[in-house]
């Protein structure tokens, strides 16, 4: 069980503000689970159009949250570097369900769980949740290059 702030995210994941979707991770067990937050801010650039009158999160963004923290667990769990040149690719999306809108001002608890491996590609299920509510879920197919 560790804790990460964003010096250490940034050493493992490529991206970068506005794409850079972990803000903190509260606990990651190799191999298995993670859970990180993303902050929900006004001035995020999507907000200006997404939509101006009710700034509602993206659908993509969350599912790119949850792409990120499943990256941060394989990175941690097979000791990957991006330094070493590796590539982290998002392979699929299975049974995205979005159940709540996501505004400025909710922080978004990422909980995803590795459920196995199989020729290189990753298989995970993912929740997103506003406090208490499932706001995002879906089966996300992960690979490494």
Known sequence: MSAMNIKEIESLLPHRYPFLM?????ELQPGKTI???KNITVNEPQFTGHFPREPIMPGVLMIEAMAQAAGLLVFKSDDIQIADGATYYLAGVDKARFKRPVVP???LRIEV???????????????????????VSAELMCTVK
């Open 22 to 26: 972990i803000d903190r991770v509260l």
């Open 105 to 107: 001002g909710d922080q």
């Open 113 to 135: 769980e590795l459920l196995k491996t199989r020729r290189g590609i990753y298989f995970f299920d993912g929740k997103s949740y506003v406090e208490e509510q499932l706001a």
């Open 35 to 37: 859970t990180a937050i």
